[in-house]
Structure formats: C-alpha cells, structure tokens
C-alpha cells in the first residue's frame, strides 16, 4: 500500500468516526490554536509597548538617587543649579531638567481633583515632546520669575473646566492660585490605557508650594548613542559637586525598552509553554485512541498481513493515521489561533502580528506529536501474529 492510498484509509476511517475523531484531536486543536494566539497577542503587545517607548524618545535618560543607600541620603542630592553646571560640563546634554512629582487636588471653577503636579523647567516640553493643544508651555523666564502658570492635560482641562476655554482660567493647588497658560493634547497611545491627570508648574514654584526639593533629573542628548556616555557624565559631574560617590544612578529610555523587551519575551514564552501542555495531552489521547483502534481492527490487520502485508506496510499505515489525525486538529487549531489572535487585538485596539514561523511551527509540531504518540500502537499493530490475529473475534 502507497502513501497516498495510506492517507485515504486513514480518512476514511476518521470519517466513519466523527465524534471519536473530534474528541481525540481536541487536546491538539486547543493547544495549536492557544500557541499561536498567545505568541501572536504577545509579539503584538510587546511591539505597541516598544513602539509607544519610541514616541517618548530613545534619547532621553533619568539620573537619580540610588535610594538603596538610604543612610547616605538626605533629600539634599540634588539641587537647581545642577542643571546649570552639568549643562555646562556635558554640552551633549541638549536638554535637562529637574523633576518633582507629587499627588494633590487641584480646584478649577468646576470641581475639584487629584491630579499628579509636576514641579519641571521649560526643558521637559521637548524631552518629553509634549504636544500643545492650545497655548503655550512655560518659559525659562517663567520659571526664574516664579510666575505661577501652569499647564495642564487635556482631560484634566475637561474635568476642571467642562467646556470652557482654559486659557487664563485659574486654578488652585494647596491655596496657591495657578493661571493656565497651555493644554497638553491627548496622546494616541494604542496600549489601552491613561495616565493619571497631569499638571505642570515651574519648578522654582514648586518648591515653594510644596518643599525644597529636587526628586530626580531628566535629560535628552541629540542623538540616542550620546545617551549613555552624556548620563554617566552628569553622574560624574554631580558626585564630585555634592560628594556624594557612588549614590547617583542612571537609566535611558533604551535601557527600559530593552527590560522591557525582554520581560515580554519571557512572559510569552511561559505562557505559550502553558499552553502547549495541552499538545502533550492530546499526544497521549492520541495514542490511547489509536491502541483502542488497534485493538478493534485486530482480524483487520490479521487479514491484511495474510494477504501478503509486510510489518513495515502495517506500521506505516497506523503511524500515516496517527499523523493525519494530528495534522487535521493542528490546521483547526491553527485556523483558531489566528482568528482568535485576531479578534483579540482588535478588541484590545492593537494591531495583531502573526508570526508565521510560529504558525509553520506548531502546525509540523502537531505532526511530529502525530509520530512520536503513534510510534506505540503502530508497533503494536505490526508485530502481531497473523495467526492469532485471524482467530479473534
């Protein structure tokens, strides 16, 4: 009997037992399908995440204080003429700012909410790229006259003023009246998700509403590969003014993208490994399915070996079928996998990337299950005796 004779009677014989059939090749339908829709919504993920990581700037970086040394840190660390001096020594430095942060209610002539204040200088407009709505963001001027401007979101704007124009609209943060000057737009992120409102004052102003202090220092260069070197510069440059060695650490927007990247990468794979268990699980009820089937077609196979079949041509037709089985539920499986991966993104607004070596993958996987959990009841068939094969009933 031919190969291609083989694959019929396997069809045939998947035919005449439909439900057998389809709860057999369940296990492997639900793993082929999870496989590649968990590879395909990670792969997916993992490109917005990197993607919105773009849009911030690859050339950006943060110096901070390494607060695990806590018995050497006073809140002093840092302090605003930094800013000048680093600039200075490090002319890669394009941009540089500090950064304060803290969480408090801000009153508009519509109610009241909490929002994050950022305590920042006119830098933080183009290290972060904030794109105006309408007006402008603070200026150096602004700053060192202590003007009590402020720029705020989009969606705070709408929470504190509703549809009234808030250009020249006061607000008040810990009783301190603020006039708006800018609204930051919207984002596009496609990650699904916002961040907290958010409202930017001068810095010089923000250590008089709130406390002397600078929490951390924010930077761009003009080029991503100055990134590291102008960083570990700056942290230099603040060790030796404030002698303090060793408590300054620092991180650029590609080190995070690159933790992050990775984070993803393994978080997909332990899934996807999850997930492809249940191939092992429906590789054995594979194999249990075709020693039943075995079993019953005994004077089958007793017959067939009288006739002149060989033990190759006997163990190649029960594997052909363990194959064909498997094969059958991996190309459901992986039809459901995409369509699933799909349908997925689209509710989460993400575009899918489906990696068809993936899906090539997990469908010669299902083949392979096909050989390995059919190797057992194929030998079985083709080492019985032809004699006493023929004498069961």
């Known amino acids: 009997m031919n ?3 083989s694959v019929r009677v396997a069809l045939e014989g998947i035919v005449a037992s439909k439900l057998r059939s389809v709860l057999t090749t369940l296990g492997i339908v639900i793993g082929i ?17 990197m993607a919105e990581m773009e849009k911030v700037g690859t050339n950006i970086f943060a110096v901070f204080v390494d607060w695990r040394k806590s018995d050497e840190a006073t809140g002093r660390e840092f302090s605003l003429n930094d800013i000048d ?3 200075s020594r ?5 941009h540089l700012s500090p950064v304060n942060n803290t969480s408090a209610d801000v009153r508009g002539t519509r109610k009241s909410i909490n929002a994050q204040v950022l305590g920042v200088n ?4 183009v290290i972060r790229k904030l794109n105006l709505k309408s007006g402008r963001f603070f ?9 009590r401007v402020a720029v705020v979101d989009e969606s705070l704007a709408g929470d504190l003023f509703g549809r009234t124009e808030p250009l020249g609209q006061r607000v008040v943060i810990n009783d301190t009246p603020f006039v708006v000057v800018g609204v930051i737009a919207k984002g596009d992120s496609l990650l699904g998700f916002g961040e907290n409102p958010r409202i930017y004052i001068p810095v010089q102003v923000w250590t008089y509403v709130f406390s002397n202090f600078v929490g951390y220092l924010e930077g761009s260069t003009a080029s991503k590969d100055q990134v590291t070197d102008s960083m570990n510069k700056a942290i230099k440059v603040l060790e030796r003014r404030h002698q303090q060695p060793g408590l300054y650490q620092g991180e ?5 993208m690159q933790s992050a990247n990775k984070i993803t990468g393994v978080m997909t794979l332990i899934i996807g490994s999850i997930a492809g268990i249940s191939l092992l699980v429906g590789g054995i009820g594979v194999m249990n399915i075709m020693l039943v089937s075995v079993t019953e077609r005994t004077r089958e196979v007793g017959l067939r070996m009288a006739l002149g079949a060989r033990r190759r041509d006997i163990l190649i037709q029960f594997l052909i079928e363990a194959v064909v089985l498997c094969l059958l539920g991996g190309a459901i499986g992986m ?6 991966a799909f349908l997925i993104a689209r509710l989460a607004h993400w575009p899918p990337l489906i990696s068809w070596w993936t899906v090539f993958v997990a469908f010669a996987f299902s083949a392979i299950i096909g050989v390995i959990f059919g190797i057992l009841p194929a030998n079985k068939a083709a080492r019985l005796d032809p004699i006493e094969a023929l004498r069961r009933d």
């Open 33 to 49: 399908a999870a496989v590649i829709a968990v590879v395909a919504i990670g792969q997916g993920g993992r490109a917005i995440l």
């Open 252 to 256: 650029s927007m590609e080190q995070q």
């Open 3 to 5: 190969i291609l004779e």
């Open 85 to 87: 001096v680093i600039k």
């Open 90 to 94: 490090v002319p890669e430095i394009t």
């Open 139 to 147: 200026s150096q001027d602004d700053d060192l006259g202590k003007r």
């Open 122 to 125: 006119a830098d933080m407009a």
């Open 335 to 340: 039809t459901l996998g995409v369509g699933g």
